[in-house]
């Protein structure tokens, strides 16, 4: 069901036939294949991206298949790479480039604020950074603190970047060839939890618009926004909430930059309720601007309860792996803070 | 650091022939007069038309470095690619920019080369290959190393040419990126203007070799320094790592020693430095310097200088009236240039 | 009417007679000058802040005064200094590190974001890293894009760190003594618009705490939330809406990590009505967050209108001075906002 | 790189007389033996505990670099500081941390040295001086500089030692942190484990210059390159390099050239390098070559050596119980220590 409501929205009906089960990774590894092989300004560099793979096995054998010169090995320089993505983005290439883990963009903030984000302004509009950089990021794996923060909301905050964070596949796939396609510059957050899971990936070079969120479970009583993995430990609570009569509306937000809020107030419109589950830190997290968004719109008088946001805990991510699922929403807490809402006794 | 030993010597001796001289053909020198002049002559009327309350914000004169940026600068074909700073007018004029949509620029105007968006600090003029100043110290030294690659990897004959200040080779940008640009043999000149200060630390206080170029070095890359202030030296040191890099030879580091007669910006009072540094500096002021060995060598007369200066003089009369009536951006068009469509 | 208030809150009646009218400059200066006199473990470092006297004449003469082994200029290293206050307060010192613009913290986020706060979760407790870090931030100075940047909602976002944003000379010496006092990292982020404003500031080493807002004006009508120049903006907003009989409740938030939310909900229970006013970028700026966390409490319910958030435009700061004033609120954009709220003509 | 020419000469002429073995008696050969033993025992049990399952995420082994860690580290005392890798259990053991609680931290256990917040990569000792491993590469760099600030502005006697690796000497934290402690002259000791790779990029190809050393005339400070794997020697490098910076004279960088034994991590499939280069180098396995020395040049039996070993393992063992027994963190206490009151 919710896939069926993916494809009607994403993937025309023609390509079904040339639907395959692939992995996450391997999604974005033909992404990657198949921008490189329509067109010759497409190139791939970051740390360990060539003869290794990539540290999650991303590129795989994208260095054998395009050569050393297309899927370029980098030195440890994550300000660097970030500053020469925007500039050959600049003059004519279309740079993809891996930043291993995406904590490690705090090293490469400068240009990918103060430069990309914002050359096109301050040029006048003269000029345009077409660059997609993919941010492996968020927790679960038990690397701790420095290896598993989920920033995403810093770039959401920045005009001029674009920002997506795919939960499926499929939207991984078709979001990367969008952002390649994209003339500005686009970060697209990967969950480092989803590389190996499963599921269609059309054969041919589709694009998801960057900007629309879906609806990837229809429900009547609560909506629930969330991406990447929380978008899928929502649909598996929605399943579980469906046997005690709950029926939850799950929304993928997909893109964090810009942010579908038609899609997100339309449900919460339908439903009065409305819970945002988010890894990021709660506070400031992505999930205090969709709760904002409600905030500032009529629907607010109309709520049937107020908004409940499940964030990440007010600490880093610990190594203890018991610690490190307290620190983030799982399925349970999902569950359980919706049970709560319905039964309308809220602290 | 007093003044280079090449520099007292040469605005003595400037009547001997020298091949750094010579290899420069009267085309070549009248030019590089003019840019200098258009340089000067610019900065002292946006300077002045800060002063009027024409020009809002702040601005980085770089007065005293006009060879810097002209010399180096002279060997580049307009589609070559330069990366400038937030000095970086002599830059953009040296590269071809029209003073007169870059004066528009600093009033804020929609004629202006970022149609009012970007000020002084942010001018970039596409069109010939000028990348953009860049209000981030060395922010453009790992914008030049993504150049190099696509310059590289689209097999064209150009190179980009990046320019820092002696401030800005502390900055782990710059390490990063001269690295990336050596181990990679990319098309790059990396131009290192060295004015003696970054804004009021003294060279010597913010690091311990005497030359910024003493680092190339640890890149494998060759270190030039250069007399800065000689117009003729740097377009002879800028000829050869641009030659180098254009024939797949790599990056080179060229430092040219110069010195900020001005201020770092306008706020500046002067407090880490003495009058009489700046009063040795001004005494080796690169245009009159040029011209004194223009005319000592009997290469140019002193009425050919006039017209040189006249016409500048002229070009910016013309650029000053363009800025002032020229149109306002419209506060609706706000966002418009965040995103291309 | 405000500053009493203030007074009644965070400087003790005592002081009276020994208060003088200072700037928010020169405020800080004194409170720099206290913090080193009193504690030889505390010192100044950053780019020109010694002879210079600091980008914006904060420092002044605290380089005669205490030698230049206690107010230290440094490289442009932005990166390593963020790291070498790190190392400093980890073994012993109480470093005061001055960042020239905002906009260069981005070079120092690994070092801030990674170390400074998370060492101690990471250590399990068994360090603190008692370090300040000043910022000039915002626009208004026709400085553009790269030199203009509101970034402190990046910093809320963070566990580990503490963020202040003073509006007046008195809080920007009381939150600077209690920043130094403080054992874990604290960012404050100064606005170069205030730097020659004026106000009373008590000559003694008095504290203001972190993490309580405060109440500059109190009405019944309508809740403003603010912080830094904004908190200013508001509170002439305020009055000018007196004229028309509209009675505005100021709340200056000065702590954006962590937020007072007890003082904003009892002035939201109040008035029924929000109105956040912030220079950042709209979208993920620090008014999310507080729209938010009205939106998650049941007083959400009882609004009697949506809430209003006034934050940046969607852009870059532009330099030209009539877009740059249009690109973040004014107190005519606070004024009219809150007449269409109270006029309950809502989009 | 092929192994330097002085680690394959030496593994033959293990008997000939030299000075770095004589500066060490034979308490200290004792003690730098039992910790490269307990530093090997150590990852091998750390190791197979992870095949096991009781360690989660991931790990950096340092097995064969050993006498990289333990020699830098012989000079420094007590109270003298380190900051340490994600390849840093070596630096934490010869430091002295106990390797009952590193364990324990790996097993993510309120009894590890960071109550099972940090792991692997994050471990601390800050009561001996180690201020910890860093998951951030080249992250130490710029707190040492701080530290050596600190130890400076409170004129004590004290050093702070930084470990990284040649991949980090591309960071643009290297370059910034190198030059603020030469221009301040703090009393930092920056060593480079230089192990051929930094994860799959050889250092070869990651920059252009043969040794990492080199660079530090960059800084205008010594740069010394070491063969890591022959205890002596690296003793001998650092307590050059640790006496001059405690004498005030400066910072130095000390190049160990090494191997890593195992892969990057534990997810490293070995595709970027040769059975044939392990083994080469595997050949050359610093303990082993130690004890060969000590055997060969009649410092210590054989028997004295076994009892070192047997020692260590027994020490191992206990860790082992100590980390498996120890109660986990409670989740209550999740948010308890992100902030200090
Ligand atoms: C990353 C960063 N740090 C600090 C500044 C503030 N700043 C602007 S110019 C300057 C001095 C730069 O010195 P240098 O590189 O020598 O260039 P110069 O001004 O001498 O031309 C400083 C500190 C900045 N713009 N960017
Ligand atoms: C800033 C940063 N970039 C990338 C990584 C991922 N990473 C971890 S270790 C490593 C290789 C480091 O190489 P080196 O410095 O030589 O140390 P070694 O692992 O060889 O001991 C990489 C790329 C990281 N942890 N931090
Ligand atoms: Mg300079
Ligand atoms: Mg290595």
Same mark, same amino acid.
């Given at each position: 069901?919710?896939?069926?409501?993916?494809?009607?929205?994403?993937?025309?009906?023609?390509?079904?036939?040339?639907?395959?089960?692939?992995?996450?990774?391997?999604?974005?590894?033909?992404?990657?294949?198949?921008?490189?092989?329509?067109?010759?300004? %497409?190139?791939?560099?970051?740390?360990?991206?060539?003869?290794?793979?990539?540290?999650?096995?991303?590129?795989?054998?994208?260095?054998?298949?395009?050569?050393?010169?297309?899927?370029?090995?980098?030195?440890?320089?994550?300000?660097?790479?970030?500053?020469?993505?925007?500039?050959?983005?600049?003059?004519?290439?279309?740079?993809?480039?891996?930043?291993?883990?995406?904590?490690?963009?705090?090293?490469?903030?400068?240009?990918?604020?103060?430069?990309?984000?914002?050359?096109?302004?301050?040029?006048?509009?003269?000029?345009?950074?077409?660059?997609?950089?993919?941010?492996?990021?968020?927790?679960?794996?038990?690397?701790?603190?420095?290896?598993?923060?989920?920033?995403?909301?810093?770039?959401?905050?920045?005009?001029?970047?674009?920002?997506?964070?795919?939960?499926?596949?499929?939207?991984?796939?078709?979001?990367?060839?969008?952002?390649?396609?994209?003339?500005?510059?686009?970060?697209?957050?990967?969950?480092?939890?989803?590389?190996?899971?499963?599921?269609?990936?059309?054969?041919?070079?589709?694009?998801?618009?960057?900007?629309?969120?879906?609806?990837?479970?229809?429900?009547?009583? %609560?909506?629930?926004?969330?991406?990447?993995?929380?978008?899928?430990?929502?649909?598996?609570?929605?399943?579980?909430?469906?046997?005690?009569?709950?029926?939850?509306?799950?929304?993928?937000?997909?893109?964090?930059?810009?942010?579908?809020?038609?899609?997100?107030?339309?449900?919460?419109?339908?439903?009065?309720?409305?819970?945002?589950?988010?890894?990021?830190?709660?506070?400031?997290?992505?999930?205090?601007?969709?709760?904002?968004?409600?905030?500032?719109?009529?629907?607010?008088?109309?709520?049937?309860?107020?908004?409940?946001?499940?964030?990440?805990?007010?600490?880093?991510?610990?190594?203890?792996?018991?610690?490190?699922?307290?620190?983030?929403?799982?399925?349970?807490?999902?569950?359980?803070? %919706?049970?709560?809402?319905?039964?309308?006794?809220?602290? | 650091?007093?003044?280079?030993?090449?520099?007292?010597?040469?605005?003595?001796?400037?009547?001997?022939?020298? $091949?750094?001289?010579? $290899?420069?053909?009267?085309?070549?020198?009248?030019?590089?007069?003019?840019?200098?002049?258009?340089?000067?002559?610019?900065?002292?009327?946006?300077?002045?038309?800060?002063?009027?309350?024409?020009?809002?914000?702040?601005?980085?004169?770089?007065?005293?470095?006009?060879?810097?940026?002209?010399?180096?600068?002279?060997?580049?074909?307009?589609?070559?690619?330069?990366?400038?700073?937030?000095?970086?007018?002599?830059?953009?004029?040296?590269?071809?920019?029209?003073?007169?949509?870059?004066?528009?620029?600093?009033?804020?105007?929609?004629?202006?080369?970022?149609?009012?968006?970007?000020?002084?600090?942010?001018?970039?003029?596409?069109?010939?290959?000028?990348?953009?100043?860049?209000?981030?110290? $060395?922010?453009?030294?790992?914008?030049?190393?993504?150049?190099?690659?696509?310059?590289?990897?689209?097999?064209?004959?150009?190179?980009?040419?990046?320019?820092?200040?002696?401030?800005?080779?502390?900055?782990?940008?710059?390490?990063?990126?001269?690295?990336?640009?050596?181990?990679?043999?990319?098309?790059?000149?990396?131009?290192?203007?060295?004015?003696?200060?970054?804004?009021?630390?003294?060279?010597?206080?913010?690091?311990?070799?005497?030359?910024?170029?003493?680092?190339?070095?640890?890149?494998?890359?060759?270190?030039?320094?250069?007399?800065?202030?000689?117009?003729?030296?740097?377009?002879?040191?800028?000829?050869?790592?641009?030659?180098?890099?254009?024939?797949?030879?790599?990056?080179?580091?060229?430092?040219?020693?110069?010195?900020?007669?001005?201020?770092?910006?306008?706020?500046?009072?002067?407090?880490?430095?003495?009058?009489?540094?700046?009063?040795?500096?001004?005494?080796?002021?690169?245009?009159?310097?040029?011209?004194?060995?223009?005319?000592?060598?009997?290469?140019?007369?002193?009425?050919?200088?006039?017209?040189?200066?006249?016409?500048?003089?002229?070009?910016?009369?013309?650029?000053?009236?363009?800025?002032?009536?020229?149109?306002?951006?419209?506060?609706?068009?706000?966002?418009?240039?965040?995103?291309?469509?």
């Amino acid at each position: 069901m919710p896939n069926d409501v993916m494809a009607a929205k994403a993937a025309p009906a023609a390509q079904a036939d040339a639907t395959r089960t692939l992995s996450y990774a391997e999604a974005i590894r033909e992404g990657l294949a198949q921008a490189m092989e329509a067109d010759p300004r %497409v190139f791939l560099f970051g740390e360990d991206v060539g003869v290794y793979g990539g540290a999650f096995g991303v590129s795989g054998d994208l260095y054998h298949r395009f050569g050393a010169e297309r899927v370029i090995d980098t030195p440890i320089s994550e300000l660097g790479l970030a500053g020469a993505a925007v500039g050959a983005a600049l003059t004519g290439m279309r740079p993809v480039l891996e930043i291993q883990f995406s904590d490690f963009a705090t090293l490469a903030m400068e240009q990918l604020v103060n430069q990309a984000a914002k050359i096109r302004f301050m040029f006048g509009g003269k000029a345009s950074v077409p660059m997609v950089v993919r941010l492996p990021g968020g927790s679960g794996t038990g690397a701790a603190a420095q290896h598993s923060q989920s920033l995403e909301a810093w770039f959401a905050h920045v005009p001029g970047l674009k920002v997506v964070q795919p939960s499926t596949p499929h939207d991984a796939k078709g979001l990367l060839l969008a952002a390649i396609d994209d003339p500005n510059p686009v970060l697209i957050f990967e969950h480092k939890l989803l590389y190996k899971t499963k599921g269609p990936v059309p054969a041919d070079a589709y694009r998801v618009p960057i900007g629309k969120a879906i609806v990837r479970r229809q429900g009547r009583d %609560v909506t629930i926004v969330a991406a990447s993995v929380m978008a899928l430990r929502a649909l598996a609570a929605a399943e579980a909430l469906a046997a005690d009569g709950i029926d939850a509306e799950v929304v993928d937000l997909r893109s964090l930059r810009p942010i579908d809020t038609e899609t997100i107030v339309a449900s919460v419109e339908k439903t009065r309720r409305l819970v945002v589950v988010y890894e990021g830190v709660k506070t400031m997290g992505i999930g205090a601007e969709i709760a904002a968004r409600i905030a500032e719109r009529d629907v607010v008088r109309r709520l049937a309860a107020p908004v409940v946001r499940l964030g990440g805990a007010d600490s880093p991510i610990p190594y203890n792996p018991v610690l490190e699922k307290a620190a983030v929403p799982q399925e349970a807490t999902i569950v359980a803070a %919706v049970r709560t809402l319905m039964q309308g006794d809220r602290r | 650091m007093t003044p280079p030993a090449s520099a007292t010597a040469m605005s003595q001796v400037a009547a001997a022939p020298r $091949a750094e001289l010579d $290899a420069l053909d009267d085309a070549a020198l009248r030019d590089a007069l003019m840019r200098m002049h258009l340089i000067r002559k610019f900065e002292e009327t946006a300077e002045a038309s800060y002063m009027r309350g024409l020009v809002h914000g702040t601005m980085h004169l770089s007065i005293g470095q006009e060879a810097s940026a002209v010399g180096s600068i002279s060997p580049l074909a307009r589609d070559d690619y330069i990366l400038s700073t937030h000095r970086g007018h002599g830059h953009c004029l040296a590269k071809g920019a029209d003073p007169a949509r870059m004066l528009a620029e600093f009033f804020g105007k929609e004629t202006g080369y970022c149609r009012g968006r970007g000020g002084s600090m942010h001018i970039a003029d596409v069109e010939v290959g000028n990348l953009g100043a860049n209000g981030i110290v $060395a922010g453009g030294l790992p914008i030049a190393v993504g150049v190099g690659m696509s310059i590289k990897a689209q097999k064209l004959p150009r190179v980009c040419m990046v320019f820092f200040g002696d401030g800005a080779a502390n900055e782990g940008a710059f390490h990063e990126s001269l690295n990336m640009a050596s181990i990679w043999t990319l098309p790059v000149v990396f131009v290192c203007e060295n004015n003696k200060y970054g804004m009021s630390m003294d060279i010597a206080k913010a690091m311990a070799v005497a030359n910024v170029a003493d680092r190339a070095a640890a890149y494998a890359m060759p270190g030039v320094v250069v007399d800065g202030n000689d117009l003729p030296a740097v377009a002879a040191a800028s000829r050869v790592a641009v030659a180098r890099a254009r024939d797949g030879g790599g990056p080179t580091l060229v430092e040219c020693k110069t010195y900020r007669l001005r201020g770092h910006s306008k706020s500046d009072r002067n407090l880490y430095r003495s009058k009489d540094e700046i009063e040795g500096w001004r005494a080796r002021d690169p245009i009159r310097r040029l011209e004194s060995e223009l005319v000592a060598t009997g290469r140019f007369d002193a009425a050919t200088l006039a017209t040189i200066e006249a016409d500048a003089a002229r070009e910016i009369e013309r650029a000053l009236e363009f800025a002032k009536s020229s149109p306002d951006p419209d506060p609706a068009d706000l966002t418009r240039d965040v995103y291309a469509e």
